[in-house]
């Protein structure tokens, strides 16, 4: 999921000159991991033949190498850098993205709704829509997300460009045109085999490369309870360190938000429906090699997600303890300061030495990297399987040959690169359209969640209530985002507070949308016919025999991990309540 | 994993941790003992680069042993 530090439009930094400079041996460092990835691309080429190696890894992937690759698809640099300014704007709440904010989903994911995605042996998401409610609300899903996948990528690369800018002196055409035909080229050769391969080896590199922050940084606060020290000294005022004990009102915490938002919103719907639905991420796990591995790797993912603000958050924090100077974007322009957007390089700056500055930078690349190709592969697959095959069987009246869509896949990445290659020059151009964009793709993330959490659950939904509760799920969301822009007193309405502020619009409007979707979904289900069951099997709980797993040892079962993992969560959040 | 392939990812990942330890270790080593004036760090006395190094040669070692495709072509 996004940070807010994408909705602060391109004019992300204010430094007047780099923060930081490589030398010979970071370069160095840099130079290997291109010609790293590049080397795996070129050698899974020879394994990537048929469709599914193409668009699927072949489906052979381990439970660890698809739960890896699922939370390093969404790992990118900018999620890196904007939740560690997050974490100095906010303190510790922003840690609630990470923890309820995507735990329970994920949990949910690998029990609940993997078993219907793997066994229907659906390419994609909108698959799984066209096989539960025909050709309407796939058609719908597929184009909303083939779009806007690659426009987001643009944007995420503009911005990257402008950090790689402003932390190194990098030229913007430089980092824009190096990073993007690198990825092009891995994925075009590899496909999903090699973007999974690559965001393994990324998301070890992110670890190791931004771990060493919170290590050194820990070392010289003295400590958590040294950090908390100087961070109450720093900011008397303000509550920076806890993470449920100020959300009791929308005025207590600097979110400007309420639990209700926290617990309903992103918990509840936001959450569920980016981790369950996004078949950005979803895709890796279908990757999966059989159905145990399919419901193991989102846990696992979920495992390792739970400490990711170890590496996000805390070098924020650390970064309130260690350099309470750095203030919000509009005053560093004016005055020349750094501002808390720089947290996380300056951080990286303060503490590492020769090569790990090096390190620090391929982790900021990695991640990157990792974020476009789960982008770029995922327009592939959608692009290819879920709209460009219908037309052609329409037009060409026979279905085409695998070598043909692989083709087409092939082409497809590269055209999804230069989308985003284009988009990202236009906002360069147009920076208003960056917010729209992000605004758009926020439309139709919790009403896609309604329809397929209703698919999967509820026998009796209908082809028309699928697509005509999307429908409306979309359509109320814009309303209610146009109402607010129109006229900002009706955010009382929409958040429930004047005080809100634009994270808690957006999980309110998210449950909304996401309420209406539902409700939509049913009333039109109750007055149009539904399916016979027997056309449900394989798609719907209660007409899909699940494989049991009774006869595998407990600690081979994925619930017992899930139940392990829900269990360190709660303590988690008790431990920092 | 191998499935198909000759080499694991985790191989590939032995080889490049193993590759970036040396050179982050050969490198601090050489600056403990010729500190440059150009960037100076906080905790710099502690030589964390050196320590970092080590710990990355010693994760990438694992991994380049455990998972070698020529281990597989003797079995």
Redesign the interface.
């Known amino acids: 999921m996004l940070s807010n530090f994408h909705s602060q439009g391109i004019l992300l930094f204010s430094s007047p000159s780099s923060i930081m400079s490589l030398?010979w041996?970071d370069s160095?460092?840099v130079i290997?991991?291109f010609l790293?990835v590049l080397g795996?691309g070129y050698?899974?080429m020879r394994?990537t033949k048929t469709g599914d190696d193409f668009f699927m890894a072949?489906r052979?992937?381990?439970a660890?190498?698809a739960g890896l690759s699922f939370v390093a698809a969404n790992l990118g640099s900018l999620e890196l850098m904007g939740w560690a300014a997050s974490a100095y704007q906010y303190g510790i709440l922003a840690t609630h993205w990470y923890w309820i904010g995507a735990i329970p989903a994920m949990l949910f994911l690998g029990i609940v709704m993997m078993p219907f995605y793997y066994i229907c042996k659906t390419h994609s998401v909108p698959g799984y829509l066209k096989l539960r409610f025909g050709e309407g609300a796939s058609q719908l899903s597929a184009l909303s997300f083939g779009f806007m996948t690659v426009f987001m990528s643009g944007i995420n690369m503009y911005s990257m460009a402008i950090v790689m800018k402003v932390v190194l002196g990098w030229d913007i055409n430089f980092s824009i045109w190096v990073s993007s035909l690198t990825v092009m080229v891995y994925v075009v050769l590899g496909g999903l085999l090699s973007a999974i391969?690559n965001e393994?080896?990324q998301f070890?590199?992110i670890w190791?490369g931004a771990l060493?922050v919170p290590i050194?940084g820990l070392?010289?606060t003295g400590g958590w309870s040294g950090m908390v020290a100087r961070i109450h000294q720093n900011f008397p005022v303000g509550d920076y360190t806890h993470l449920w004990r100020t959300m009791g009102s929308f005025q207590d915490n600097p979110m400007g938000i309420h639990w209700t938002g926290i617990v309903f919103g992103l918990g509840m719907i936001i959450s569920f429906a980016y981790w369950t639905t996004d078949f950005l991420v979803v895709q890796r796990v279908l990757s999966a090699r059989d159905l145990r591995s399919a419901k193991l790797a989102p846990i696992i993912g979920a495992g390792f997600k739970m400490f990711v603000p170890l590496i996000v958050i805390l070098p924020g924090l650390l970064g309130l303890a260690?350099m309470p100077g750095l203030v919000g974007e509009k005053e560093a322009i004016a005055t020349g300061a750094h501002s808390y957007n720089e947290v996380l390089p300056l951080m990286l700056?303060?503490?590492?030495?020769?090569?790990?500055?090096g390190?620090g930078v391929t982790a900021l690349i990695a991640g990157f990297m990792s974020g476009m190709a789960g982008n770029v592969s995922a327009f592939a697959t959608v692009w290819t399987y879920d709209i460009y095959k219908p037309i052609h069987l329409k037009i060409a009246k026979t279905e085409g040959t695998d070598a043909h869509y692989v083709k087409i896949g092939r082409w497809c990445t590269v055209i999804g690169v230069f989308i985003s290659i284009g988009t990202a020059y236009l906002v360069q151009q147009f920076a208003s359209i960056m917010d729209y964009v992000q605004a758009l793709f926020s439309f139709f993330v919790a009403p896609l969640f309604g329809t397929v959490i209703l698919g999967m659950l509820w026998k009796r939904a209908t082809k028309a209530g699928g697509f005509w509760g999307l429908f409306a799920g979309i359509g109320s969301s814009i309303g209610m985002w146009a109402w607010v822009k129109l006229d900002p007193s009706a955010l009382k309405y929409i958040a429930l507070s004047p005080y809100a502020k634009d994270m808690a619009e957006n999980m309110y409007r998210g449950l909304w949308s996401w309420l209406i979707c539902v409700a939509v979904t049913i009333v039109v289900s109750y007055m149009t016919q539904p399916k016979p069951e027997s056309e449900l099997v394989g798609l719907v709980r209660g007409c899909t025999e699940i494989p049991s797993e009774g006869d595998m040892p407990l600690y081979k079962r994925p619930i017992f991990w899930a139940a392990v993992i829900l269990a360190v969560f709660i303590v988690l959040n008790i431990i920092f309540w | 994993?191998v499935?198909?392939?000759k080499?694991s990812?985790w191989f590939?990942?032995g080889?490049?941790?193993l590759?970036?330890g040396i050179?982050?270790f050969g490198?601090?080593v050489y600056?403990w003992f010729s500190p440059?004036q150009t960037?100076s760090?906080?905790?710099?006395e502690?030589?964390?680069?050196v320590w970092?190094?080590m710990l990355?040669i010693v994760?990438g070692l694992i991994y380049f042993i455990a998972f070698r495709p020529w281990k597989k072509q003797a079995a």
């Open positions: 030398g041996v160095l460092l290997i991991y790293f795996i050698y899974l394994f072949g052979e992937m381990t660890w190498i391969f393994v080896l070890m590199l190791l060493l050194v070392i010289e260690v700056a303060r503490y590492a030495g020769p090569g790990l500055l390190l | 994993m499935g198909r392939h080499i990812i590939i990942i080889s490049l941790l590759t970036y050179i982050i490198a601090n600056d440059s960037h760090i906080v905790l710099g502690l030589h964390f680069g970092w190094g990355l994760i």
